[in-house]
């Protein structure tokens, strides 16, 4: 195990889990938020070390717009979901 907590904030539940699977299997723990207004109210219990975000999510807030407010937290690395095509 790394360790290292990862918040994959994805509306689509079947990427979501894929991305998921995917990181446990590499020894990550996941937490997972469908918005950006849920990753946001998880983040301070949670403290993720990095956010992998959806930037064409989601109900709520869209993806890179509550970026910065991720910086509050433990120095949060974040790697944006680009939309294929």
Same mark, same amino acid.
């Given at each position: 195990?790394?360790?290292h907590k990862i918040m994959i904030v @994805?509306? *689509?539940a079947e990427? %979501? *889990?894929i991305i998921r699977l995917y =990181? @446990?299997?590499n020894g990550y723990s996941v937490i997972m938020a469908e918005s950006? *207004?849920?990753a946001l109210a998880m983040a301070p219990a949670e403290q993720p070390d990095l956010f992998i975000l959806d930037v064409l999510c989601c109900p709520g807030k869209?993806? =890179?717009i509550?970026?910065?407010s991720f910086g %509050?937290? %433990?120095s949060p690395h974040l790697i944006p979901k680009l939309p294929e095509g």
């Open positions: 195990m790394t360790g @994805e509306d *689509d990427i %979501r *889990d =990181l @446990e299997k950006g *207004d849920e869209a993806g =890179l509550p970026a910065p %509050r937290f %433990r």
